[in-house]
């Protein structure tokens, strides 16, 4: 059984930081592809980076510079590093890796 739980949402002010973890069950971690997708109240799920097996790493426009994802095979867990936070990046927060499986998301928000 696939599982994917993600952790360490929460509320921050303007032009603060948090990290983002998900750790990945039931698959074969370090052979697939992980992204990270979020979504805003009353919008569509939206992607905000990925990394490779081989690390490679690619980034929606809205977060470069800003985000950095990683990844730890050795304890099957991809991160999201999130700085510089602004109101706008305020959502729910999922993992999904190569073969489609979702986590059941995190909250983020942005806010004085």
């Known amino acids: 059984q696939v599982q994917l739980v993600e952790s360490g949402g929460g509320l921050v002010q303007p032009g603060g930081s948090l990290k983002l973890s998900c750790e990945a069950s039931?698959?074969?971690?370090?052979?697939?592809?992980m992204s990270w997708y979020r979504q805003a109240p009353g919008k569509q799920r939206e992607f905000v980076a990925t990394?490779?097996?081989?690390?490679?790493?690619n980034y929606a426009d809205s977060v470069k510079g800003r985000f950095t994802i990683s990844r730890d095979n050795a304890k099957n867990t991809v991160y999201l590093q999130m700085n510089s936070l602004k109101p706008d990046d305020t959502a729910v927060y999922y993992c999904?890796?190569?073969?489609?499986?979702w986590g059941q998301g995190t909250q983020v928000t942005v806010s004085s």
């Open positions: 999904k890796n190569q073969l489609a499986y």
């Open positions: 039931g698959i074969m971690f370090r052979i697939y592809a």
């Open positions: 990394i490779g097996s081989d690390s490679a790493t």
